[in-house]
């Protein structure tokens, strides 16, 4: 599994923006199909972005037009950036991903395609 490393959190007010990163040291992710988690206390963890091989994207309902997802694969780097964030957008946010063996990815959401996590980082909004 290729390591991966969240970092980009931190506390903003509602209607701010942050900019998650994901590095996989060492590792490119052309043959990774990647995505970004999140889970808030108490809550299940849920998708909230994923790519796929052509460079589409497939969002949560609750942050499209808000959050944009891309990535570097050739240097191994995924982002999150994250636009007029809410209160509720408050959660660790995870980078995901799973090896495609070759196939498309097709930007699922779904959350057992995935089996490669990152620790998290924790994104807080106040209002």
């Known amino acids: 599994q290729v390591p991966l490393v969240e970092s980009g959190g931190g506390s903003v007010q509602a209607g701010g923006s942050l900019r998650l990163s994901c590095a996989a040291s060492?590792?490119?992710?052309?043959?990774?199909?990647m995505g970004w988690y999140r889970q808030a206390p108490g809550e299940e963890r849920e998708g909230v972005a994923a790519?796929?091989?052509?460079?589409?994207?497939t969002y949560r309902g609750s942050v499209e037009g808000r959050f944009t997802i891309s990535q570097d694969a050739a240097k191994g780097t995924l982002f999150l950036q994250m636009n007029s964030l809410k209160p509720e957008d408050t959660a660790m946010y995870y980078c995901a991903g799973y090896y495609s063996l070759g196939e498309l990815c097709p930007g699922t959401l779904t959350l057992s395609a995935y089996d490669t996590w990152g620790q998290g980082t924790q994104v807080t909004v106040s209002s």
């Open positions: 790519i796929d091989s052509d460079g589409s994207a």
């Open positions: 060492g590792y490119s992710l052309s043959r990774y199909c």
